[in-house]
T-cell receptor
Framework: GDSVTQMEGPVTLSEEACLTINCTYTATGYPSLFWYVQYPGEGLQLLLKATKADDKGSNKGFEATYRKETTSFHLEKGSVQVSDSAVYFCALSDRGSARQLTFGSGTQLTVLP | SAVISQKPSRDICQRGTSLTIQCQVDSQVTMMFWYRQQPGQSLTLIATANQGSEATYESGFVIDKFPISRPNLTFSTLTVSNMSPEDSSIYLC?????????????FGSGTRLTVV
C-alpha cells in the first residue's frame, strides 16, 4: 500500500538557519503530495502541495519539489523564524479510489531565537 | 477553500461514556474523513464518510466503537463509544475539495479528548 517516510525529529534550529525536512513516498499510482503544519494546540493547515512530477509547491517561504525519480518531496526553507516552530507532516493522496491522505510520522521543529 | 466548524474543541470524559463530535462544513462536499491523532503520533484514518451510504472503516476500527453519521453533504458526526483512557486522542474531520484536476483537503480544528 501507499506509505510516507519522513525524517525523524525533533529538529532544533536557530533563527535564520536553513531547514530541510526529508520526505520520501511509496505509491502504486501517481499521487498528489502535501505538506501540512500543526501549530501547538491547533489543527492541521495545508502548507503547500504538488500534484505532478517536477511541480514545486511554495508558501510562506517554504518550498518542496515533487521528484518522481527519487520519490521524494523534501520541505525546505532558507531562513526559519521562531514562529515556524510546529509539527510538519508530509502526506500523499492516491488519485484512485482510495482518495484519503496517508501521513508521515511528523517532524517536530523548534526554532530558537 | 471550505471552512469546517468542529465541536467540541476539547472534552474530558469518564470511562464507559460516549462522546459525539460534530463537523459542519460551509459548502457541500462529497467525501468526509475522520482521523485520530494519538499523543505525539501522526494521523490515522478511522473511516471515510460519504453522504447516503455507510461509512467505510479502516482496519482496526469498527462501527460499534466509532459510529458515524453523514445525513447530508455539509454535516457529519463521529461518536466515540464506551470510552477508555486509550481513546484519549485528538480527533479530526477532513473534507476533500475538487475543482477539475485540482484537489486538496481541509481539516477541522480538532477535538482534544481526554478519558479519565
Amino acid at each position: 500500500g501507499d506509505s510516507v517516510t519522513q525524517m525523524e525529529g525533533p529538529v532544533t534550529l536557530s533563527e535564520e538557519a536553513c531547514l530541510t525536512i526529508n520526505c520520501t513516498y511509496t505509491a502504486t499510482g501517481y499521487p498528489s503530495l502535501f505538506w501540512y503544519v500543526q501549530y501547538p494546540g491547533e489543527g492541521l493547515q495545508l502548507l503547500l502541495k504538488a500534484t505532478k512530477a517536477d511541480d514545486k509547491g511554495s508558501n510562506k517561504g517554504f518550498e518542496a519539489t515533487y521528484r518522481k525519480e527519487t520519490t521524494s518531496f523534501h520541505l525546505e526553507k532558507g531562513s526559519v523564524q521562531v514562529s515556524d516552530s510546529a509539527v510538519y507532516f508530509c502526506a500523499l493522496s492516491d488519485r484512485g479510489s482510495a482518495r484519503q491522505l496517508t501521513f508521515g510520522s511528523g517532524t517536530q521543529l523548534t526554532v530558537l531565537p | 477553500s471550505a471552512v469546517i466548524s468542529q465541536k467540541p474543541s476539547r472534552d474530558i470524559c469518564q470511562r464507559g461514556t460516549s462522546l459525539t463530535i460534530q463537523c459542519q462544513v460551509d459548502s457541500q462536499v462529497t467525501m468526509m474523513f475522520w482521523y485520530r491523532q494519538q499523543p505525539g503520533q501522526s494521523l490515522t484514518l478511522i473511516a471515510t464518510a460519504n453522504q447516503g451510504s455507510e461509512a467505510t472503516y479502516e482496519s482496526g476500527f469498527v462501527i460499534d466503537k466509532f459510529p458515524i453519521s453523514r445525513p447530508n453533504l455539509t454535516f457529519s458526526t463521529l461518536t466515540v463509544s464506551n470510552m477508555s483512557p486509550e481513546d484519549s486522542s485528538i480527533y479530526l474531520c477532513s473534507v476533500e475539495e475538487r475543482a477539475g484536476e485540482n484537489y486538496g483537503y481541509t481539516f477541522g480544528s480538532g477535538t482534544r479528548l481526554t478519558v479519565v
